[in-house]
């Protein structure tokens, strides 16, 4: 295929005539501009820039690409570009590629400085609390009234969302239960072991999971499952503006849509959590009794006598709490949702962030409270 | 919808109403008043803050300053109970419909029923068929919103607006990507449906068409000029005005400056 070739015609004095010859397609590559702008250089008297395209093939917008380069090029050299010579197309596309359509410029944004970023941000988070406050605060309010028989809830919508965070979670939570429990034996056997102390590993494994991780897993587990699609689904209709019609009948969104989720999680997350603790203890029973031939009977005698019913609350006030934290965070992200598909991502990324890190951090602090108390 | 009447009480009433997000002022100084039965457009350019206006006037954002009269109660000054009681008297249809996904169309519509009323479900499943049949879509009840088309979605949404028998209907360019032919006959739908209830309607669109065809009376907002520059039947504007600006927009730029 032909490239697009240039050639520079001097035969008229003051003028240079580019002769344009050949493809000039995006696709088959274009001559740099740099040749004629070296041209313009060396020769300082012209001024003027006529064309003849009689050898030109075809061409798209990449020709009026160039010539439009070439015409800011020649206007600070007082140069003119008469287009004459051009194809009638390429003359047509050049005049509306260069005329101005947007009448008024909108104000262009400013750099700002450093300390105006940073106060902008502070601000920001500000705001962010008030807002949180607010939604907390509503929600409280909407439980009272719910208590108070008074909240306009729908009883469909809370056992389709029972079903999709309790039951439809159930998979996940044994996969994953199993195999925290496989390797908190696995791990805890290699130590017990140089002490010839490996029916221990059922203590392990049972205090660990039935105290903490059992919930943190499966609260993990609820945030990136549930808590992201909390978020998505509020947020696209907020996007939607769903919400706004919820609001102009009247009808509080968070009574209509963010309790009926938080009730479901708290009502399923220790449901969930008792049932991950079982899967725990089956992944270690399966390390014990397969690897470091514990007899089956001695690793649940072991496990009941080191589970106490304290670790059992321990675990669950955790559960409670976290279903709390993963809700609020994925429905009060997908409410704040702004009215774009990039901002449901955000808000769904962000719920995720917020729930994983408040876990962690609720966690931290229900211990420190565990180990005043003395449970 | 042609019989105006501008003695009454207005039903809304704005005052020096100035809107816009944080500090950024979009549009100052605002007076208008729409009267009962009227048929008011809201127009202007994309992006001059029309719906913004809507969403102030329909009590989903604050006012930057001013006030929106709703015949004696100031909406913004009055306490969430009236506000409720302003609301429960206004229907509103979205761009998109802004139906509830989760819910058929049956459900959207009887929601703000059961909400706001103590029918018994049969009757309210009787009140549901008869504003779809309304609006054209009888036998639609158990289908969900994603299992129809764009205008049906819009004409359901104009349904549900309809469910509580509203004094008046908002709508936020109801014909916005719709084809001609459907969005002529929402159009038409409109005005219909108003004619016999009575209902008075505002309507945020940039539509020519709609314009002429449901609109008595009307403002015009400028982005540039920040508020609104024309007032009046968009038919006489179109026949009267002397602003360039106004008589571009509704000539679809064919004239822009009449001839005096």
């Given at each position: 295929?032909?490239?697009?070739?240039?050639?520079?015609?001097?035969?008229?004095?003051?003028?240079?005539?580019?002769?344009?010859?050949?493809?000039?397609?995006?696709?088959?590559?274009?001559?740099?501009?740099?040749?004629?702008?070296?041209?313009?250089?060396?020769?300082?008297?012209?001024?003027?820039?006529?064309?003849?395209?009689?050898?030109?093939?075809?061409?798209?917008?990449?020709?009026?690409?160039?010539?439009?380069?070439?015409?800011?090029?020649?206007?600070?050299?007082?140069?003119?570009?008469?287009?004459?010579?051009?194809?009638?197309?390429?003359?047509?596309?050049?005049?509306?590629?260069?005329?101005?359509?947007?009448?008024?410029?909108?104000?262009?944004?400013?750099?700002?400085?450093?300390?105006?970023?940073?106060?902008?941000?502070?601000?920001?988070?500000?705001?962010?609390?008030?807002?949180?406050?607010?939604?907390?605060?509503?929600?409280?309010?909407?439980?009272?009234?719910?208590?108070?028989?008074?909240?306009?809830?729908?009883?469909?919508?809370?056992?389709?969302?029972?079903?999709?965070?309790?039951?439809?979670?159930?998979?996940?939570?044994?996969?994953?239960?199993?195999?925290?429990?496989?390797?908190?034996?696995?791990?805890?056997?290699?130590?017990?072991?140089?002490?010839?102390?490996?029916?221990?590993?059922?203590?392990?494994?049972?205090?660990?999971?039935?105290?903490?991780?059992?919930?943190?897993?499966?609260?993990?587990?609820?945030?990136?499952?549930?808590?992201?699609?909390?978020?998505?689904?509020?947020?696209?209709?907020?996007?939607?503006?769903?919400?706004?019609a919820l609001r102009t009948l009247g009808i509080s969104p968070v009574e209509f849509l963010v309790m009926p989720r938080v009730l479901a999680l708290v009502l399923m997350m220790p449901l969930l959590t008792l049932y991950s603790n079982l899967m725990g203890i089956l992944g270690g029973y399966v390390i014990s009794v397969?690897?470091?031939?514990?007899?089956?009977?001695?690793?649940?005698?072991?496990?009941?006598?080191?589970?106490?019913?304290?670790?059992?609350?321990?675990?669950?006030?955790?559960?409670?709490?976290?279903?709390?934290?993963?809700?609020?965070?994925?429905?009060?992200?997908?409410?704040?949702?702004?009215?774009?598909?990039?901002?449901?991502?955000?808000?769904?990324?962000?719920?995720?962030?917020?729930?994983?890190?408040?876990?962690?951090?609720?966690?931290?602090?229900?211990?420190?409270?565990?180990?005043?108390?003395?449970? | 919808?042609?019989?105006?009447?501008?003695?009454?009480?207005?039903?809304?009433?704005?005052?020096?109403?100035?809107?816009?997000?944080?500090?950024?002022?979009?549009?100052?100084?605002?007076?208008?008043?729409?009267?009962?039965?009227?048929?008011?457009?809201?127009?202007?350019?994309?992006?001059?803050?029309?719906?913004?206006?809507?969403?102030?006037?329909?009590?989903?954002?604050?006012?930057?300053?001013?006030?929106?009269?709703?015949?004696?109660?100031?909406?913004?000054?009055?306490?969430?109970?009236?506000?409720?009681?302003?609301?429960?008297?206004?229907?509103?249809?979205?761009?998109?419909?802004?139906?509830?996904?989760?819910?058929?169309?049956?459900?959207?519509?009887?929601?703000?029923?059961?909400?706001?009323?103590d029918l018994s479900q049969q009757r309210i499943r009787e009140v549901v068929s008869l504003k779809l049949a309304l609006v054209g879509l009888s036998g639609y009840e158990d289908f969900y919103p994603a299992e129809i088309s764009g205008g049906m979605r819009k004409r359901a949404g104009l349904a549900r607006a309809m469910?509580?028998?509203?004094?008046?209907?908002?709508?936020?360019?109801?014909?916005?990507?719709?084809?001609?032919?459907?969005?002529?006959?929402?159009?038409?739908?409109?005005?219909?449906?108003?004619?016999?209830?009575?209902?008075?309607?505002?309507?945020?669109?940039?539509?020519?068409?709609?314009?002429?065809?449901?609109?008595?009376?009307?403002?015009?907002?400028?982005?540039?000029?920040?508020?609104?520059?024309?007032?009046?039947?968009?038919?006489?504007?179109?026949?009267?005005?002397?602003?360039?600006?106004?008589?571009?927009?509704?000539?679809?730029?064919?004239?822009?400056?009449?001839?005096?």
């Amino acid at each position: 295929m032909p490239q697009g070739k240039l050639a520079f015609d001097y035969s008229v004095s003051g003028t240079l005539c580019l002769k344009i010859s050949g493809d000039w397609q995006i696709v088959s590559g274009l001559p740099s501009l740099d040749e004629v702008i070296l041209q313009l250089n060396t020769h300082s008297d012209i001024v003027q820039i006529t064309f003849n395209s009689a050898g030109l093939d075809r061409w798209d917008s990449g020709l009026a690409a160039f010539l439009l380069k070439l015409i800011k090029e020649c206007e600070p050299r007082n140069i003119r570009v008469v287009s004459d010579g051009l194809p009638k197309g390429a003359q047509k596309l050049l005049l509306l590629a260069q005329a101005v359509h947007e009448r008024n410029v909108v104000s262009q944004k400013i750099r700002e400085p450093i300390l105006v970023v940073i106060g902008n941000s502070v601000i920001r988070i500000k705001d962010e609390i008030n807002s949180l406050l607010d939604f907390l605060g509503e929600l409280i309010i909407s439980f009272v009234r719910l208590m108070r028989g008074r909240a306009y809830m729908r009883r469909d919508d809370f056992v389709a969302i029972v079903q999709d965070c309790g039951a439809a979670a159930f998979p996940l939570v044994s996969l994953i239960s199993i195999l925290v429990g496989l390797i908190l034996a696995f791990v805890g056997a290699m130590q017990l072991k140089m002490f010839g102390a490996q029916v221990f590993v059922a203590d392990i494994v049972g205090i660990a999971m039935v105290r903490v991780m059992g919930a943190i897993m499966t609260g993990i587990i609820m945030t990136g499952r549930t808590g992201a699609s909390f978020a998505a689904q509020l947020g696209i209709m907020q996007t939607n503006e769903e919400i706004d019609a919820l609001r102009t009948l009247g009808i509080s969104p968070v009574e209509f849509l963010v309790m009926p989720r938080v009730l479901a999680l708290v009502l399923m997350m220790p449901l969930l959590t008792l049932y991950s603790n079982l899967m725990g203890i089956l992944g270690g029973y399966v390390i014990s009794v397969g690897m470091l031939e514990v007899s089956p009977a001695e690793y649940f005698s072991r496990t009941q006598a080191a589970v106490g019913i304290n670790n059992l609350w321990v675990g669950l006030v955790h559960s409670i709490v976290f279903g709390i934290i993963i809700a609020v965070s994925g429905c009060f992200r997908g409410i704040q949702c702004g009215r774009s598909a990039a901002a449901v991502g955000e808000s769904t990324t962000s719920a995720v962030v917020t729930g994983i890190t408040s876990i962690v951090i609720a966690t931290a602090i229900i211990t420190y409270i565990c180990q005043l108390l003395g449970v | 919808m042609d019989n105006v009447q501008t003695i009454s009480k207005p039903v809304i009433e704005v005052f020096n109403l100035d809107i816009g997000y944080g500090d950024e002022v979009i549009m100052r100084n605002l007076n208008f008043s729409v009267h009962k039965g009227e048929a008011f457009i809201i127009m202007g350019g994309s992006g001059c803050g029309k719906s913004t206006l809507l969403k102030v006037i329909i009590g989903l954002k604050e006012p930057l300053a001013g006030k929106v009269m709703y015949e004696d109660i100031s909406f913004w000054d009055a306490d969430p109970l009236q506000q409720l009681g302003i609301m429960r008297r206004f229907g509103v249809l979205y761009q998109g419909g802004a139906l509830w996904s989760s819910l058929t169309l049956a459900e959207n519509i009887a929601l703000p029923l059961e909400m706001y009323t103590d029918l018994s479900q049969q009757r309210i499943r009787e009140v549901v068929s008869l504003k779809l049949a309304l609006v054209g879509l009888s036998g639609y009840e158990d289908f969900y919103p994603a299992e129809i088309s764009g205008g049906m979605r819009k004409r359901a949404g104009l349904a549900r607006a309809m469910a509580l028998d509203p004094d008046i209907l908002f709508f936020d360019e109801p014909s916005a990507g719709l084809d001609p032919l459907s969005a002529r006959l929402l159009d038409d739908l409109i005005v219909q449906l108003c004619d016999t209830l009575g209902t008075t309607v505002v309507m945020v669109t940039h539509e020519l068409t709609s314009i002429f065809t449901v609109g008595n009376n009307s403002i015009f907002l400028d982005a540039q000029a920040k508020t609104m520059i024309a007032a009046g039947d968009p038919k006489q504007l179109l026949k009267q005005s002397n602003d360039p600006r106004v008589v571009e927009f509704l000539t679809r730029g064919e004239k822009t400056a009449r001839s005096i």
